[in-house]
């Protein structure tokens, strides 16, 4: 494990996964990640590489060679090279090998830089293409926070709020998949009341929103987050049944349609790297 901390805020990541499993703002005493407890969920904060979401029979096709991945892919089981440049940084580092080349035949560096500011966490990816090929990939964020933050608070307390008036049109899963139904859910000034019921059938699966950040709070006390994303074109908000938790996801990919041809150049989402280019995408948690 690794910990990085500064006056108001204290962190652990472990190698791992280069998963984040304690951010604890250290004024308040709160500790907003999600204890990782297995009877709900027994993960923090996976990082979803090189694809996010479900393959169509878990299988994705490239130049005519079928390869299965398991959901999410291959990097959140992974153990990463990590490094502390300061008190208050570490970087997570993975790279190709045997193994992830007989599942993904790419060429790649990926890295984790997590950075702490004030009362604020910033996850930044850096992927790398070293050969002199194209390289196709997804990636995404996965974290659960604690909801409830507070003893003496419910569940039903909390609500998100979109910074930004949203339209919020949600992709129905099947079996994981993206299907052919959409339906509205319901948010009022961009105002998203929390409920367990919301997750009874899945994920929210939005893509394109307005907002670049969203607000987790309370009416019970004036604790919670600030949820900043970015240039992520889809967003998943999740909680395992009956959880006290809640997953905000920002993706650079999304989960195969139903309908999808299995062919990863043609996945919804799919990002291609040009040979010895670099990609970046940062996501950021500010605790109040």
Not at 146 to 152: E, K, N, Q
Not at 210 to 239: M, N, Y
Request: aromatic residues 12%; contains cysteine.
């Amino acid at each position: 494990m690794i910990t990085i901390q500064n006056q108001e805020i204290v962190s652990t990541i472990a190698e791992k996964g280069a998963e984040l499993q304690s951010l604890r703002n250290k004024k308040t005493g709160i500790e907003h990640m999600w204890r990782g407890d297995a009877a709900y969920w027994g993960k923090y904060s996976p990082v979803l590489f090189p694809i996010v979401g479900t393959l169509k029979d878990d299988t994705y096709y490239h130049d005519g060679i079928a390869y299965t991945l398991p959901r999410h892919g291959f990097a959140r089981e992974m153990t990463f090279d990590a490094q502390q440049p300061s008190e208050t940084e570490a970087v997570f580092t993975l790279k190709d090998n045997e193994a992830t080349r007989a599942v993904y035949p790419f060429a790649f560096e990926f890295r984790l830089r997590y950075t702490l500011k004030e009362a604020s966490i910033t996850c930044t990816y850096e992927v790398l293409n070293p050969a002199d090929t194209d390289m196709l990939f997804s990636v995404g964020a996965h974290p659960a926070f604690a909801v409830p933050m507070t003893a003496d608070s419910r569940y039903e307390d909390y609500f998100l709020q979109f910074v930004e008036t949203e339209t919020l049109k949600r992709y129905k899963l099947e079996n994981g998949l993206i299907g052919s139904q959409t339906e509205m859910v319901a948010a009022e000034n961009g105002l998203l009341p929390l409920t367990p019921s919301l997750f009874y059938e899945d994920a929210i699966v939005l893509k394109n929103l307005q907002s670049s950040c969203i607000v987790l709070a309370s009416e019970a006390h004036h604790h919670g987050l600030h949820f900043c994303f970015g240039d992520f074109p889809f967003f998943g908000i999740w909680a395992a049944k009956d959880a006290p938790f809640l997953c905000l996801e920002p993706w650079c990919g999304i989960a195969d349609n139903a309908t999808h041809n299995q062919k990863l150049a043609d996945k919804e989402g799919i990002i291609n790297l040009a040979p010895n280019a670099s990609w970046q995408r940062s996501w950021s948690v500010g605790c109040f």
